[in-house]
Each structure stands twice: as C-alpha cells, then as structure tokens.
C-alpha cells in the first residue's frame, strides 16, 4: 500500500522545551532491545518471558500459564503488559516505533509536560494492550512493542495539530520522494489502516503479525486522554 512507503521524518511543528522523557523513552527501548535481542532479532523465550499473552493475562489458559511460570518464575501477567511495551522483535519493528516516537512525541510531551507525560504514555500503552486482549482473549501469542502506548501519542497530536505539515519521505521503489503531509491526513489514514486491518485479522498477532487493534486501542485512548491530562488544541506552523 502507498502509505507503507509514506514515512514521516520531522514535522514542522516547533517546541518550547527539550523532550527529555522522549528522548529517555527512546533510549530506554534501545537499550532493552540490545540487551534481549539476539543477533538482530527478539528470540522467542525472552517474548515469552516479557510479552503480555492474552490468555494469560486473563488466566484462561492454566497449563500454559504453568508452564511460563516453571520456565520464568519472575515473570508477572499483569506485569507482562508493561514489560511488553519495551520489548521489539527485530530492528525495523524498534526502529519505525522510535521514529515516531521522536517526531510526535516532542510536542504531546511539551503540550502536557514532564509529568503528566509519561503517565500518559503509560496510560495509553495498558489501555492499548487491553483492547488486544479483550479481542483475543484465547490467544496464547505474546503481545510486544511500544507501538500501542506510541499510538495513543499519535491520536493526541492527531487531535491537537491536525493541521500541521509533515515532513516525509515517499519511497517508490528504491527512490526516496520528499514530501509534506498534514498530520491529519497522514494519521488519519494510518489509523484508518489500523482498523480495517484489525477487523480483516480479527486483532490476531498469529494470523497478522502486528497487534493492529492495540494500535486502535492505543490512539483513540489518546485522542480521549489528552483532553484529561490538560491538552487542548493549538495553532501549529503549516509551513
């Protein structure tokens, strides 16, 4: 699809303040990644061991919920759902979601603050996690990524800059394209993305890959908390 060649770069929207808490959101996820990853890649017991599994997390699924506690005995289910928001299977998953994180993050932190904006992050992370489990309550594959909690930062820029530019790069082929998109149509299309290939996939990492409906949970949680933690529309350069 065009929009998985649409990559956003830096958005012409400035900020006030450093994004320190972006910035050690960033590094952390890094360094989790590079502590876990084997090669280049998540191996499938550290998954286990940090993912949250739906079944699990709801304690439908008793044998193997025994079996992970023989195999990690300091694993937590309900703890798995923050663990896995640090946790990448390979370095374009970790790599996509940092630069993201990078590009819309700096504002939703400098619109809300450092405080309240890694508890927002967080807030939105679980809630994304909870929406893939409530949609997957039998599934037995580990949910991993900081897109959810990543996603619920896009639906708060969504909703506060809609019309802010970004700028992206159009890759046709081998051969990048510079172009500027509004963040709305940008974002809404991704999200547009999102659902309807959650509801193709039914929200099953197994079948798809990706946890689409955790990015649904996690953006429009974002839309709506952003206006609970003090957010509020602002003018944006559209340069």
Known sequence: MLLDSLIPIRDLNPTRRFPIWTLVIIVVN??????????????????FHYGAIPCDVLSKCIG?????????????????????????????????????????????????GRIRFPIFYLATGVIAAVTF??????????????????????????????????QSVLLLGIIPIPIRVRAWILLGLWFVLQVLSGLAGLGQVEQSGTAFLAHVGGFISGM????????????????
């Open 133 to 166: 489990i409530a949609f997957d309550p039998a599934g037995q594959a580990p949910l991993i990524g900081a897109s959810g909690a990543i996603a619920g930062v896009l639906g708060a820029y969504f909703v506060l800059w809609p019309r802010a530019s970004v």
């Open 30 to 47: 890094v360094l989790v990644f590079l502590g876990t990853a084997h090669g280049v890649g998540l191996s499938q017991a550290e998954a």
């Open 64 to 112: 193997l919920s025994s079996q992970l506690r023989h195999q990690f005995p300091s694993r937590s289910p309900d703890g798995s759902i923050f663990t896995s928001m640090f946790m990448h299977a390979d370095i374009l998953h970790i790599g996509f979601n940092m630069l993201f994180l990078w590009v819309f993050g700096n504002n939703v932190e400098d619109r809300l």
């Open 224 to 239: 709506i908390l952003i206006f609970v933690f003090g957010g509020r529309r602002e003018r944006a350069f559209a340069a």
